[in-house]
């Protein structure tokens, strides 16, 4: 079993609707979650960091954890052409610790 | 611009060759972390720098090596290339310190072809 498992897609939804992204992950110890946005051919850039269970919002964007249940989730409000894009979640068990991402799922905004 | 260089951005190499691939942090960035990332692997975690000592390893083969030199910048040797090592490679630094805050700054990638 992988230690983060994602659904890579392709995900496609219409303009404007709200999009759901999840991963699972098996580490327990896992306390720092991110979300991370990837263009084509560039290199992943931060969108969310949060620390253990929780919720955060930022513009339209809000990242969920439930460690209880070892699932984290981003959702996108609104949603843009822009933001089409792959979206990799990432853990690390401390801030010392290695940072372990998962495979990224594609998605794309239908105008 | 994350302010992360590497270079080159594309290699075409031969199975059983070597190349090195070389990465610049952010200004006064002191980690510095090598990941792979291909369709099937995702993005792989290989080896993470600090201040030119290792800090972290992930499933980096025994075939590559790296190390960070006194200016920051560092160097991910690849050796007896086969065909499945062809991916992207990333580096990547995280802002000045040993704790990371989650952001990790990436370069644009050096794309290695293994023919």
């Known amino acids: 079993q992988k230690e983060v498992e994602q659904d890579p897609g392709p995900l496609s939804v219409p303009e404007g609707a709200i999009v759901s992204l999840n991963c699972t992950y098996s580490n327990s110890a896992f306390q720092y979650f991110m979300w991370y946005r990837q263009y084509s051919r560039k290199g992943p850039e931060l969108l969310m960091y949060?620390?253990?269970?929780g919720n955060k919002e930022d513009g339209r964007f809000t990242a969920q954890v439930d460690k209880s249940s070892k699932y984290i989730s981003l959702f996108i409000r609104d949603s843009q052409p822009s933001d089409s894009a792959t979206y990799l979640c990432a853990m690390s068990a401390s801030r010392d610790d290695k940072i372990i991402f998962g495979k990224g799922t594609r998605l794309h905004i239908l105008p | 611009d994350s302010g992360v260089t590497q270079t080159p951005k594309h290699l075409i190499t031969a199975t059983g060759q070597r190349v090195t691939l070389r990465c610049s942090p952010r200004?006064?960035?002191?980690?510095v972390y090598w990941y792979q990332q291909s369709l099937d692997q995702g993005l792989q975690f290989l080896i993470q720098y600090y201040n030119g000592e290792e800090r972290a390893k992930g499933n980096i083969l025994e075939r590559f090596s790296a190390q960070q030199f006194p200016d920051l910048h560092s160097e991910l040797n690849l050796s007896s290339l086969e065909l499945g090592d062809s991916a992207l490679y990333f580096c990547?630094?995280?802002?000045?310190?040993?704790?990371?805050?989650?952001?990790?700054?990436f370069g644009e990638g050096s794309r290695l072809t293994v023919l």
């Open positions: 990547a630094s995280s802002v000045r310190g040993m704790l990371h805050t989650g952001e990790l700054f």
């Open positions: 200004s006064g960035d002191l980690s």
């Open positions: 949060t620390y253990s269970s």
